[in-house]
């Protein structure tokens, strides 16, 4: 089975926000299809009780990775433990493999690579040469420092495709930059969205008021007793 296609065009753009808003809790929930071919695949592991594939055979395939690629593929089983049967994203552990390395390649290294996955476990979805192409696209736009400090801060940037790299280059820096911010200051992120949830749902609240000549907004009536 294929791998599904990043969008084009303008679209692109969009993934950064979208992807970075799930964080590294994002997982492959959203985007599963039907269990189709699962039957073929599992066909590969020697069967244990209850269908599952047994992790002797797992970790005969992972002996020869490095640790970083074995911490990738652990942190994948513990945030998305079927993610076999997801419609998107990696089917085997070879695939893991794959579409890591090429994440850390463009983030600069393993350890950075596992940074990038812990912030945004979404880019497991994406095809390795698809990830190489965006960091490609950075690195001549941007130039490779600027574009390695881009993806750093905002790893969900290898999601864009090229032509939207290019399209939008201006906005991509200020866009790594405030949510490098919010990524390295969590708790602050969470206030802040907190607070403009509330603002959100009080101003919904008083435009309903507003559409009733004859009544006052809430926060008048509680100020008149």
């Known amino acids: 089975m294929q791998r599904t296609r990043r969008p084009a065009g303008i679209a692109g753009l969009l993934v950064i926000v979208a992807v970075t808003i799930k964080g590294a809790g994002c997982g492959f929930s959203s985007l599963s ?100 192409a965006s960091s490609e696209a950075l690195s001549a736009e941007l130039g490779p420092d600027v574009a390695l400090d881009v993806i750093r801060k905002n790893p969900g940037v290898l999601t864009v495709p090229p032509a939207s790299i290019k399209e939008n280059v201006g906005a991509i820096v200020p866009i790594a930059n405030v949510v490098g911010f919010f990524a390295d200051n969590p708790l602050f992120a969470q206030g802040l969205f907190a607070v403009l949830g509330l603002a959100v749902t009080y101003a919904v609240v008083v435009a309903s008021w507003l559409e009733r000549p004859s009544r006052s907004p809430p926060f008048l009536c509680s100020l008149a007793g």
């Not at 244990?48 to 002797?56: E, F, L, M, N, V």
């Not at 433990?81 to 070879?94: D, N, V």
């Not at 463009?106 to 990830?131: D, H, S, T, Y």
Request: aromatic share 8%; charged share 25%; hydrophobic share 40%.
């Open 33 to 132: 299809g039907p269990a189709a071919g699962f039957g073929h695949e599992r066909a590969r592991w020697p069967p244990c009780r209850a269908g599952i594939p047994c992790r002797s055979s797992i970790s005969e395939v992972t002996a020869s990775w490095s640790e970083a690629e074995r911490k990738a593929l652990e942190l994948l089983e513990e945030k998305q433990p079927a993610w076999r049967r997801s419609y998107l994203g990696p089917k085997t552990e070879e695939d893991v493999q794959e579409t890591f390395r090429a994440i850390a390649s463009a983030a600069g290294g393993e350890e950075q690579g596992l940074n990038a996955i812990e912030r945004n476990l979404a880019l497991m979805v994406f095809l390795p040469k698809q990830i190489a």
